[in-house]
C-alpha cells in the first residue's frame, strides 16, 4: 500500500552542490509530476511526464531537470543548488486523462540550501 | 491579478461550526475544479472534485462551483478537530492534454475543541 515514495525526505545542500529527488509509485499510472510549494506561493509544476518517454515543462522548470526513468519511477535533478530553491517538493502520479484531477501526492522531500 | 485566488486565513473555528472555504479564479476554460486536504508535513489528498458548476455531497463535506461567478466554495458541517489542515483549491481545464492543475495558496484551518 506504498502508493508514491519520494527519498530522500530531508536534504540540506549548499549552494552549487547537486543532487537528484528520486520518486516511485506502484500504483501503474501513465503520468507523474513534480511540484514546489513555499510558504505564500502556494505548489507550483515544475515538470511534469503524460507518459513514459515524454517529459513537458511546468510552470517553474528553471534550474531543473527530470528523468522519466520508467514507468514506475521520475527522478528531478538540481544541476546547481540555489538557495531560491530550498523548499518542499512533492511529486504526483495520476492515471491517464483523470478527468477528476486526482493526483496522488507523495509525503515530500525537504531540501534547504545553504 | 493570480488565476486562482484564495484567503490564506489562517481559520479557526470551534467544534461543530460550519466552515465556509472559498476560491476565486479568471480562467474561463476551467471546467473541472477540486478540494485538496493537506495535514501538516504531509503530501495534499484528494478531497472533492466538481466537473462544472454545480453542488455535490459527501458526507459533512459539499463543494459549490458558480462558474458565472467564477466562485468555488468548500463547506464543512459540524466541524472537527481531525478537520484541522490546510484546504486547497485547485483547477483544470478539459481535454485530454489538460494535465496542469492550477492550485490556489490554500487556507489553513484550525478546528479547536
Known amino acids: 500500500n506504498a502508493g508514491v515514495t519520494q527519498t530522500p525526505k530531508f536534504q540540506v545542500l549548499k549552494t552549487g552542490q547537486s543532487m537528484t529527488l528520486q520518486c516511485a509509485q506502484d500504483?501503474?499510472?501513465?503520468?507523474m509530476y513534480w511540484y514546489r510549494q513555499d510558504p505564500g506561493m502556494g505548489l507550483r509544476l515544475i515538470y511534469y511526464?503524460?507518459?513514459?518517454?515524454?517529459?513537458d515543462k511546468g510552470e517553474v522548470p528553471n534550474g531543473y531537470n527530470v528523468s522519466r526513468l520508467n514507468k514506475r519511477e521520475f527522478s528531478l535533478r538540481l544541476e546547481s543548488a540555489a538557495p531560491s530553491q530550498t523548499s518542499v517538493y512533492f511529486c504526483a502520479s495520476s492515471r491517464t486523462g483523470a478527468n477528476t484531477g486526482e493526483l496522488f501526492f507523495g509525503e515530500g522531500s525537504r531540501l534547504t540550501v545553504l | 491579478q493570480k488565476e486562482v485566488e484564495q484567503d490564506p486565513g489562517p481559520l479557526s473555528v470551534p467544534e461543530g461550526a460550519i466552515v465556509s472555504l472559498n476560491c476565486t479564479y479568471s480562467n474561463s476554460a476551467f471546467q473541472y475544479f477540486m478540494w485538496y486536504r493537506q495535514y501538516s508535513r504531509k503530501g495534499p489528498e484528494l478531497l472533492m472534485y466538481t466537473y462544472s458548476s454545480g453542488n455535490k455531497e459527501d458526507g459533512r463535506f459539499t463543494a459549490q462551483v458558480d462558474k458565472s461567478s467564477k466562485y468555488i466554495s468548500l463547506f464543512i458541517r459540524d466541524s472537527q478537530p481531525s478537520d484541522s489542515a490546510t484546504y486547497l483549491c485547485?483547477?483544470?481545464?478539459?481535454?485530454?492534454?489538460?494535465?496542469?492543475?492550477?492550485f490556489g495558496k490554500g487556507t489553513k484551518l484550525s478546528v479547536i475543541p
Open positions: 485547485a483547477m483544470k481545464g478539459s481535454g485530454a492534454g489538460s494535465y496542469q492543475l492550477t
Open positions: 500504483m501503474n499510472h501513465n503520468s
Open positions: 511526464s503524460a507518459s513514459e518517454g515524454t517529459t
